[in-house]
T-cell receptor, first 113, second 112 residues
Framework: GENVEQHPSTLSVQEGDSAVIKCTYSDSASNYFPWYKQELGKRPQLIID?????GEKKDQRIAVTLNKTAKHFSLHITETQPEDSAVYFCAASRGTSYGKLTFGQGTILTVHP | KAGVTQTPRYLIKTRGQQVTLSCSPI?????VSWYQQTPGQGLQFLFEYFSETQRNKGNFPGRFSGRQFSNSRSEMNVSTLELGDSALYLCASSPGTRDTQYFGPGTRLTVL
């Protein structure tokens, strides 16, 4: 089955710096790649997603890039703020069911004021 | 629209008991998925339902089961509870099978 590896497991940055989280997936048929942010004690919330027919997608300070050949995708957060501190999860799914997500292990992002 | 809701929010059971968790999707959403979240294993897929049909099932033992009703509400059941079943159980809904999933707040299950 699908396997998603996520790095780093923890990331500490200063406010205003950029943060990059990388994920690799094993199933070349995967075609949907969402990123979720989970604050302590709260539900995962979608922050951005990308489909395999797109190489890059941006939403204000957040961007995701996808390299299908290398089977990896990355989350980029620019101008980080303390409220960006949370656990970030990447995920992948394939075929016609985006409802079966395989998640990475998560990255704990800490943004220091 | 109201978000995904899950009941109960917290549950304490003892080994050997069974438990039923409920999920109400966002109005108009017909797809519901369930995930188990633990510190050691992270987020793991349990089931996916669409229009009362199970489309996918994760690698969990047969003690884990689920169903979806005609109003898209879903339940999952865990029988013969084990200590290792202690986890946050998350439900997510989407309009269809190829849409973004939105998560509920989860049910925190503790097995003693």
């Amino acid at each position: 089955g699908e396997n998603v590896e996520q790095h780093p497991s923890t990331l500490s940055v200063q406010e205003g710096d950029s943060a990059v989280i990388k994920c690799t997936y094993s199933d070349s048929a995967s075609n949907y790649f969402p990123w979720y942010k989970q604050e302590l004690g709260k539900r995962p919330q979608l922050i951005i997603d990308i489909r395999s027919n797109v190489g890059e997608k941006k939403d204000q300070r957040i961007a995701v890039t996808l390299n299908k050949t290398a089977k990896h995708f990355s989350l980029h957060i620019t101008e980080t703020q303390p409220e960006d501190s949370a656990v970030y999860f990447c995920a992948a799914s394939r075929g016609t069911s985006y409802g079966k997500l395989t998640f990475g292990q998560g990255t704990i992002l800490t943004v220091h004021p | 629209k109201a978000g995904v809701t899950q009941t109960p929010r917290y549950l304490i059971k003892t080994r050997g008991q069974q438990v039923t968790l409920s999920c109400s999707p966002i109005s108009g959403h017909r797809s519901v998925s369930w995930y188990q979240q633990t510190p050691g294993q992270g987020l793991q897929f349990l089931f996916e339902y669409f229009s009362e049909t199970q489309r996918n099932k994760g690698n969990f033992p047969g003690r884990f089961s689920g169903r979806q009703f005609s109003n898209s509400r879903s339940e999952m059941n865990v029988s013969t509870l084990e200590l290792g079943d202690s986890a946050l159980y998350l439900c997510a809904s989407s309009p269809g099978t190829r849409d973004t999933q939105y998560f509920g707040p989860g049910t925190r299950l503790t097995v003693l």
